[in-house]
């Protein structure tokens, strides 16, 4: 397959870039995907429930043990120069930049008590950053398998994901839930993972599209707005603070059934909070059954009511992905809905592949139309989770 050769050629390229950046062999080659999730969003830190995928969009990490505690790391994606660090002397706040991700990744395993010492890495990608695709969990989680792989840790999947959130959450500084990192290492090809952010219990669910003649689009709308991380980090405590008022541990264990009577007890503001909550997690579940049945097309109107519920209850949309999702379905898309954490990023559109064309025109135009930046559109299926690729 032409796809096949292209993977190896790709490999070939990382292992003989490594040796030309570091003047020896990699011992091995580590791949991480990025992931939409195609229900259930704003849930993980709830402690409920995702249905994300993994993308053919991946990160790969070629690595060598050191016999020092040193840590050298260069990405392409990054540029400039081999950034080296002293893996004990590895703290937040002491790394700037890109190097957060795979330095907290390595900080993240040191602080477990996981026996490693140093390495040198080289990361190129093929994920895009800040589009919503969760270039920053791939990053940590290729970094993560690599050295599980390198020291021979035997991690498991939802171990190597928590190293992976806390390298973001208390290493990068970023407050992110538990449903990006999973997917990047839980996820396997041809399906999607039903994950309970609680337990982190994860089902795969075969996710079949060519067999319905559907196809995912992903539309990169190349924006992201600045208020996400204070939005999101407000949007959290108001979560937090409902949860409490109910006297839950979480939202998570608030009923469908008792929504009605739980949101006349709540402040005025935290109402559309707790309506997206219990409705999203109410649309994993019922997306799970649609699939589990085989009824894929019957994703499409689930879609796009979280959407209107991300929009309209949870505040976090924005005109660029408004607009994707309305010309998506008005040209065709049997549903569609932004993914990610919000304020730009990317929509997913669940297409018949015959009317990918006309979709795909249709958003084009009316991206021009509005005078937004021209989006990306790609088609994509549900790869395989991060391991050893060589
Ligand atoms: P997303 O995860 O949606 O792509 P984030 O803002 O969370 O967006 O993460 C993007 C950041 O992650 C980039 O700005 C960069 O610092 C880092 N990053 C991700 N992938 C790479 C890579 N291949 N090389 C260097 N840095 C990367
Ligand atoms: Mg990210």
Known sequence: MAGERAERQRYAQTRA?????????????????????????????????????????????????????RLRLFSDQAGGEVTELSVPALAPGGVDGWARYPAGAVWALAGAGHRIGGADLYVTSTVPTGAGLSSSAALECAVAVAFDGLYELGLTGPELARLAQRAENGFAGVPCGIMDQMASVCCTAGAALHLDSRSLALQQVPFDLAAHGLTLLVIDTRVQHDLGDGAYAALRAGCERAAALLGLPALRDLAPGDLDDALRTLPAELVPLVRHVVTENARVTEAVAHLRAGDTPALGPLLTAGHASLRDDYGVSCPETDLAVSTAVAGGALGARMTGGGFGGSVIALTPTGLVGEVTGAVDRAFAHAGFRAPVVRGVEAGRGAGRVV
């Open 17 to 69: 870039r490594f040796e030309e950046l570091y003047g020896t062999r990699p011992e091995g080659l580590w791949s991480a995907p990025g992931r939409v999730n195609l229900i259930g969003e704003h849930t993980d830190y709830n402690d409920g429930f995702a249905l994300p995928i993994a993308l053919p969009q991946t990160t790969l990490v070629a690595a060598r043990r050191r016999g020092d505690d």
